[in-house]
């Protein structure tokens, strides 16, 4: 392997004539970067200095940005270069400018500009959640003339990934935030002598709001980025192209089956993360407050109206549809690259997070005035 070489010679009007020649690559430079960083450095800024690189007979990014470097981030004037090699200069130099053109502040047409490629890829977002929900209920349509076809198959296998596979995380963090909940509770309640209250205060936070909550954050996290990167996958390795020109429908095969199990499997794991909750909240407060479990387990229910728990299930299910919805629709969205695919994964979760957000927002709204003890 010939190694980087760089030759001067003098004219006789005074300037240089720079030949470099060799491998210019990350290996053929890696011994000899430090001599020829100092000879570059020499000449690069030496006036009527020509530049022969014809004679490189290899040239990788290394070797470019080395030269480029010295050359302060421009071609000489005088320069004998290759074609092939004249594209990798072009990409640095490309680079640069677009690092630039970040750094100047944008004008007041430009951030009209800005704002209104973000509105149109809000539009185009909308657009295709809608046309997702429409092609979801023109199969539900379908399947109830057609019953036979049901993906069962897929229903169970994501019922059992996305519900059975995430009760142990969630009965540990149900368990926790029960403990949590329930200790910081009772030293608050010991000022007031208010020990009783604190069966209102975990049933009420607990079953109408943290569990349902908690357990969606928790999916949405797990099981939504999951099946988002799931369909990226199939759509950077073309199966779902194929499935297409197999006439089967993504949306009976892929879609479906998800947001079915999804919406059964969370008001389940809402069920069983309250549960598991409450015993935390029982156990600290009958360590903190002296409550004893007898106690907590028979003024719950006065406590806590059993339409809580109707809006808690409500809740779950409303909950798992959009978490399923949200994740299908950045799945089918990715390009066949896997940057692509990593973007759409996390827009997935920050957006199924935010729904819920808003979605509790708007069952608070709704049903102010129901499942309140008298």
């Not at 069966?199 to 079953?207: A, N, R, S």
């Not at 106690?295 to 409500?314: M, T």
Request: glycine residues 8%; charged residues 15%.
């Amino acid at each position: 392997m010939t190694a980087a070489h760089l030759t001067v010679e003098l004219r006789a009007d005074g300037g240089r004539n720079v030949a470099l020649s060799g491998r210019w690559t990350l290996v053929a430079i890696a011994a000899q970067a430090a001599w020829l960083a100092r000879e570059l450095a020499a000449h690069a800024g030496a006036r009527d200095t020509s530049w022969n690189a014809l004679d490189i007979e290899a040239l990788d990014s290394a070797g470019a940005m080395l030269l480029w470097r010295h050359w302060g981030r421009a071609l000489p004037e005088l320069l004998l270069l290759r074609p092939e090699h004249m594209r990798v200069f072009e990409r640095l130099g490309a680079a640069d400018r677009q690092k630039q053109a970040a750094a100047v502040p944008l004008s007041p047409f430009e951030r009209i500009i800005k704002l209104g490629r973000v509105a149109l890829t809000v539009e185009s977002q909308a657009v295709d959640f809608l046309v997702l929900v429409g092609q979801l209920a023109l199969d539900l349509l379908h399947l109830a003339r057609a019953p036979t076809e049901l993906p069962r198959r897929e229903i169970f296998a994501n019922l059992y990934k996305s519900g059975v596979r995430a009760m142990p995380v969630t009965a540990l963090v149900g368990f926790l935030i029960g403990i949590v909940l329930s200790y910081l509770s009772s030293l608050q309640l010991k000022l007031f002598g208010a020990d009783i209250f604190i069966v209102d205060i975990l049933g009420m936070g607990i079953v109408r709001e943290l569990g349902p909550v908690l357990v969606a954050v928790l999916v949405a996290g797990r099981s939504g980025s999951a099946m988002t990167a799931q369909l990226g996958v199939m759509r950077v390795t073309e199966e779902i192209d194929a499935l297409a020109a197999m006439g089967v429908t993504r949306s009976l095969r892929l879609v479906l089956p998800k947001v079915v199990a999804l919406s059964i499997a969370m008001p389940l794991l809402v069920l069983w993360a309250t549960a598991i909750a409450l015993v935390g909240g029982m156990v600290a407060a009958n360590l903190q407050l002296d409550i004893g479990y007898g106690y907590f387990l028979q003024a719950l229910p006065r406590a806590v109206p059993v339409a809580n728990l109707w809006i808690g299930l409500a809740k779950g299910v409303v909950f798992g549809f959009f978490v399923a919805l949200v994740a299908c629709h950045f799945g089918l969205r990715v390009q066949p690259n896997t940057e692509s695919l990593s973007a759409n994964t996390t827009a997935s979760v920050v957006t199924a997070i935010t729904v819920v957000i808003l979605l509790d927002a708007v069952f608070a709204i709704l049903m102010r005035n129901v499942g309140l003890p008298l």
